[in-house]
């Protein structure tokens, strides 16, 4: 079973673990087969806010691997990049669940092809770059957070650079 199979992984020893190639988690096949809808539920905020926590926490380990790195501790930062790889493993799970749900829990569009994702990707990007990081600089700059401010504003031209890229993609895809 799925789960056994997870088990005996974390009872590996941690040299073994983190030397062997990574295993991508998926969601068990019901996923697709569920008959009862999740909509308006708490285990559906559940699936939300954990696929969010393993986001997050899989970035921040990948950071503190960096900074071991610079502080010459390289078990430490293979460490850290072994658990990152899990949480974006238990990010993707929880991410199979929610597709068939609400789609892309950020944008609420639909995912799964190619064509889905570069939409549901537009959608995010042009909000990041024309909505919340412009809104977040003016609230940094009105706060007197003028290095916060130039970052924000930084992220905004650097989100209207993803905007470009995937809508060359998209045309691509549409093309082909």
């Not at 929880?94 to 092809?113: A, K, S, Y």
Request: proline share 4%.
């Amino acid at each position: 079973s799925m789960l056994r199979s997870l088990s005996l992984r974390c009872l590996r020893p941690a040299a073994a673990r983190l030397s062997a190639s990574p295993v991508v988690f998926r969601a068990p096949a019901m996923v697709q087969q569920r008959f009862m809808s999740m909509d308006g539920s708490k285990t559906l905020q559940n699936l939300k806010d954990a696929f969010a926590g393993e986001a997050m926490a899989a970035i921040r380990y990948e950071y503190y691997a960096q900074r071991a790195d610079v502080e010459g501790y390289p078990d430490l930062a293979t460490l850290f990049r072994g658990l990152a790889e899990g949480e974006k493993n238990h990010a993707m799970g929880h991410l199979e669940f929610l597709q068939h749900e609400v789609g892309d829990p950020v944008t609420n569009q639909p995912i799964g092809n190619c064509h889905e994702n570069i939409a549901s990707a537009l959608v995010g990007e042009n909000h990041d770059g024309s909505t919340m990081y412009p809104s977040f600089a003016e609230i940094a700059r009105s706060e007197g957070h003028e290095d916060a401010a130039e970052w924000f504003e930084t992220l905004v031209h650097a989100e209207k650079a993803h905007l470009k890229r995937l809508q060359r993609a998209q045309a691509e895809l549409e093309s082909a």
